[in-house]
Nanobody, 124 residues
């Protein structure tokens, strides 16, 4: 139904910035509530940010609020995550996904069509 591809990850120093992109297939992109999650080795998948279908409402985890900004461009079928003031603990594989069921926006259980992920490494 939909395929997602993340890109933009890399190696940065603490305090640096990266912008991740999530490109989606299909013509119904604007109908999808979407989110970003991340997973570090040996840890469970963690909610990062989410965005409503038209971008009018956004949600952030407390750990990234004020540093990260989620956005989307429905005309380009693309969602973004601007990451500023990066910290060591931001190191993880970052995934984008579509919310496919009701329930909490912060729970990965309610999402599907996961992308392959993009690695973000913050190191001094």
């Amino acid at each position: 139904q939909v395929q997602l591809v993340e890109s933009g990850g890399g190696l940065v120093q603490p305090g640096g910035s990266l912008r991740l992109s999530c490109a989606a297939s299909g013509r119904t992109f604007s109908n999808y509530f979407m989110g970003w999650f991340r997973q570090a080795p040996g840890k469970e998948r963690e909610f990062v940010a989410a965005i409503s279908t038209n971008g009018g409402t956004t949600y952030y985890s407390d750990s990234v609020k004020g540093r990260f900004t989620i956005s989307r461009d429905n005309a380009k079928n693309t969602m973004y995550l601007q990451m500023n003031s990066l910290k060591l603990e931001d190191t993880a594989v970052y995934y984008c996904a579509v919310k496919i069921r009701g329930g909490y926006y912060s729970s990965y259980i309610n999402y599907g069509y996961w992308g392959q992920g993009t690695q973000v490494t913050v190191s001094s």
